[in-house]
């Protein structure tokens, strides 16, 4: 598995799960059914659809060489 998520992308998915976990403890366990992935692709950084779809969100690394 490769990271297809970028900084932002997982971040937000990281705040959305927290509220959904809290929601789910706090009035209904069916937030769990948003929360655990959210949390589960930001932690890891891989998004199954973004593969399916070919999104990708994540910076490119280009090796630069510098020059002195």
Known sequence: MK???GRLDR???LIA???ALYLAFKYSFWWLIIALPALLT???GFCW???LLGINTAK???SKKKKY
């Open 17 to 19: 799960g927290l509220i």
């Open 49 to 51: 659809p973004y593969e």
């Open 42 to 44: 930001a932690a890891t």
């Open 60 to 62: 490119k690394n280009k």
């Open 3 to 5: 990271v297809n998520e």
């Open 11 to 13: 971040t937000l998915r």
